[in-house]
Each structure stands twice: as C-alpha cells, then as structure tokens.
C-alpha cells in the first residue's frame, strides 16, 4: 500500500510527518487518531511498511436502568 491508497481508503489527516532515513530514503507518518482505521502508518519509500493499531476504545453497554428498590411495606 502507499501513502495515496491510504489517504484515498481513510480520508484525510492532519498529522503527516514526512522525513529522510539514514539511506537517504523518504519516510512518512501517517496518523489517524480515530475513526474505523485509526492507528499509525509507516512508510518507507512510498511502501507501507508497519501499521500501530490505536486502541479500540470500551464498548459502551446498552443504557443502564436504575437498580430496583424493592422496599417492604410498612
């Protein structure tokens, strides 16, 4: 994958850092904070080369109803 398929199967970002390694190779960060593909993406040039998955975050239950009181007559 590349950095084009990404950005074309995510969506835009805002947290693309792109640099040299030491061989001189073009590498970039792709970052995705949330959303159904959030996570890390490594490239190395122009090639996917890691993904850092973000954690999913809790599931949340169904809503919560008020514990019953069920109190003897007096």
Request: glycine residues 8%; aromatic residues 4%; hydrophobic residues 30%.
């Amino acid at each position: 994958m590349t950095e084009c398929e990404l950005v074309r199967l995510a969506g835009p970002t805002d947290r693309i850092e792109i640099a040299a390694n030491e061989r001189g190779q073009r590498t970039a960060v792709i970052t995705y904070p949330q959303g159904e593909r959030a996570g890390v993406y490594r490239f190395t040039a122009g090639v996917l080369v890691s993904v850092e998955r973000s954690p999913e975050p809790p599931k949340r239950a169904g809503p919560q109803r008020p514990a019953s009181r069920n109190r003897p007559p007096s």
